[in-house]
């Protein structure tokens, strides 16, 4: 009787503890959203995707599109949030860069759409992105003035120096 109650105990116990794993489990709220672009900008899976500065989820995969005039760059993204997040149909994505040398991540601008949310596999307009110099061309840039500077220098050197032009005072 006693190895019974023992048992039943057990059970109950193991049972209790395997539904809190399910009872407890955090609920995680998930999108998938395309867009096109016409240039990405460098944009690659696992990339993150932001909405205010906030992520909100990845980049899952970039796709050359040469066929589709319409579609050049499409780009397919996966949101995942322990919260609900409503987007609007007329939102705008954009590829944007952290800083000057950071990570290119994916923005997605809610600030003047008033729209009905969109539908899981959606697709969001987009704006060309922000024109910045990836950090290879800033170098190739920089290494263009100091070669210019260095260029002058030699010529002013070059130069005789007239003593019968007058100084002014």
């Given at each position: 009787?006693?190895?019974?109650?023992?048992?039943?105990?057990?059970?109950?116990?193991?049972?209790?503890?395997?539904?809190?794993?399910?009872?407890?489990?955090?609920?995680?709220?998930?999108?998938?959203?395309?867009?096109?672009?016409?240039?990405?900008?460098?944009?690659?899976?696992?990339?993150?995707?932001?909405?205010?500065?906030?992520?909100?989820g990845t980049v899952r995969s970039v796709r050359a599109n040469p066929q589709n005039k319409n579609c050049p760059a499409e780009v397919e993204?996966?949101?995942?949030?322990?919260?609900?997040?409503?987007?609007?149909?007329?939102?705008?994505?954009?590829?944007e860069t952290a800083g000057l040398i950071g990570e290119v991540y994916l923005s997605i601008d809610t600030t003047q759409a008033s729209g009905a949310s969109i539908e899981n596999y959606g697709y969001l307009k987009?704006?060309?992105?922000?024109?910045?110099?990836?950090?290879g061309d800033q170098l190739?840039?920089?290494?263009?003035?100091?070669?210019l500077v260095q260029a002058l220098r030699e010529a002013e050197k070059e130069v005789p120096k007239d003593s019968s032009t007058p100084t002014h005072p």
């Open positions: 009787m006693i190895r019974t109650v023992i048992l039943v105990l057990i059970v109950t116990v193991g049972l209790a503890a395997i539904g809190s794993l399910f009872v407890n489990r955090p609920h995680y709220f998930r999108q998938n959203l395309k867009s096109c672009f016409n240039d990405v900008g460098g944009l690659q899976a696992g990339d993150s995707v932001r909405i205010a500065g906030v992520e909100v993204m996966a949101l995942v949030t322990t919260y609900e997040i409503r987007i609007p149909k007329d939102s705008i994505t954009e590829t987009s704006k060309p992105g922000k024109n910045t110099l990836s950090l190739k840039a920089e290494g263009a003035v100091v070669r």
